[in-house]
């Protein structure tokens, strides 16, 4: 890459500038915020689902400060990018606060913390869900597949899965399948968004287990994704793709303890 001229940094930093405040400011208000967050007050679930949001345009301001970088200094951003990816996983956090970051898990389980945001209908749940999935997806195509962050966006993918589930309202997913209920296409398709979503999180995992990290817990993280997607298939009465799910379960489950032995074995 050749030196990068005074006028072109002068430039670059002219532009930033203004993008740097709205930062500054968006960081102060999101502090202000949370800190009026009471655990049991009945707007504190709406008060994440908004910072969770405002987190997702944080990180659309870092990737924009990205392309000016590239376009004006032809580097790419690699602290913005960083800000970024930072900013999803506060999101994402947000959310987890907000619904748990239960994977395989019945609504039993988690459905008294949905309890504050149970008014919140579901077409706005998807939109947020959406908006976080292609603000990941943006986030980490910026980095490039050669990115020392690569394996990190398996963790992030795989709970960004988890609250995707854990936002649709299981208390009246089934009856609102009727096509003449209200929200039924969102509805529809958050849904088929999550399945997808607990799927390629499963495979994921499997994928860093082996060729990255060789650790079984990433290996059990990769079937209890699989093991929610089962649920899933099994609660909308999805007999045949819940006993599909259920052999590969049990062919993961197989290679996992094969895998354990052999490596107890050696280390005896």
């Not at 050749?2 to 002068?10: E, R, Y």
């Amino acid at each position: 890459m050749g030196k990068i001229s005074a006028v072109a940094k002068q430039r670059y930093s002219d532009k930033v500038k203004k993008y740097k405040a709205e930062i500054e400011q968006m960081l102060v208000r999101e502090r202000s915020i949370a800190s009026t967050i009471r655990e049991e007050a009945e707007d504190s679930g709406f008060k994440r689902l908004g910072l969770a949001e405002e987190r997702l345009n944080l990180a659309s301001r870092y990737l924009l400060l990205n392309r000016v970088s590239v376009a004006l200094l032809g580097v790419r951003g690699e602290a913005f990018l960083n800000d970024a990816r930072k900013s999803c996983y506060q999101s994402v956090i947000f959310l987890e606060d907000t619904v748990t970051d239960l994977i395989d898990a019945g609504y039993s389980e988690y459905s008294e913390k949905l309890e504050s945001i149970e008014s919140v209908p579901d077409d706005a749940r998807y939109r947020l869900v959406r908006k976080l999935g292609f603000t990941i997806e943006a986030v980490e195509q910026s980095f490039g597949d050669n990115s020392k962050w690569k394996w990190s966006f398996v963790e992030l993918e795989g709970r960004f899965a988890a609250v995707a589930k854990n936002l649709l309202n299981m208390k009246t997913l089934v009856a609102g399948m009727d096509p003449r209920s209200e929200h039924y296409e969102e509805r529809l398709a958050h849904l088929a968004l999550v399945k997808r979503l607990l799927q390629r999180a499963a495979d994921r995992y499997r994928e860093r287990y082996e060729l990255s990290t060789l650790r079984l817990d990433d290996f059990k993280l990769a079937i209890a994704h699989l093991a929610a997607l089962r649920r899933m298939h099994l609660l909308l009465g999805e007999t045949e793709p819940a006993e599909t799910v259920k052999k590969r379960i049990e062919v993961w489950k197989q290679k996992m303890e094969s895998d354990d032995k052999r490596v107890s074995s050696g280390k005896r």
